[in-house]
């Protein structure tokens, strides 16, 4: 058991059984599965169609995506918007989520800056992500970043050695995709890399459709 563990009772007790994914989102504000929730503005759920063909699953809120309560409303939300469009892909039609639901940062001044979560945060939250997929039942999740392809897959895999491969997943998503997170793109902005970083993300989204 990590440490700490123990003080992290999971999210389980507070996801409605066999519920929808309207009735997730009214009960994750609820959740104190983990220490995250007592320092985040607020939970952060998902956002799209709960019948959609594509979910997206990212790491964690920003610190936008915390005070506004939507998932990827930042400026890597706005690349992943356009690498969709460039794609063929209706960003309406997707569903986007997170491994884990509330941003974990910590202060340097008057600015919070992100924290990775935690294997610990990616299991406590691990219920929530179960429950979504389960109430989606998508053809195809997409994993956005490393920390949001173990949430799905429950191992660490290596974003080089299976980028844009189709990965045979669990019944309520047997196919899955991963690529980088856009915000790896987004820091990649203004220098020459950032046109081949683009469509490179563009490929791995088409690769999941």
């Known amino acids: 058991m990590a440490p700490g563990a123990e003080e992290r009772p999971g999210a389980q007790r507070w996801v409605p059984a066999e519920g929808d994914v309207d009735a997730l989102r009214a009960a994750a504000p609820g959740c104190r599965g983990c220490e995250l929730w007592a320092d985040a503005t607020q939970v952060v759920f998902s956002a799209g169609p709960s019948d959609a063909r594509v979910v997206l699953v990212g790491e964690q809120p920003g610190d936008r995506e915390d005070r506004e309560g939507e998932p990827f409303v930042g400026p890597a939300g706005r690349v992943l918007a356009d690498a969709l469009a460039a794609a063929g892909i209706d960003p309406e039609s997707v569903y986007t989520t997170n ?111």
């Open 99 to 209: 491994a884990v639901k509330h941003f974990r940062f910590v202060d340097r001044g008057k600015r919070r800056i992100h924290k990775k979560p935690g294997v610990a945060h990616l299991q406590a939250c691990g219920p929530w992500l179960a429950a979504e997929l389960a109430a989606v039942r998508p053809e195809v999740v997409l994993c956005l970043g490393a920390t949001a392809a173990r949430g799905v897959l429950g191992r660490a895999v290596r974003i080089g050695d299976v980028r844009g491969e189709v990965l045979e997943g669990e019944e309520a998503a047997p196919r899955v995709v991963v690529t980088t997170h856009p915000s790896a793109v987004v820091r990649l902005r203004g220098k020459p890399e950032f046109d081949a970083a683009f469509e490179e993300f563009v490929a791995d989204l088409r690769a999941a459709t």
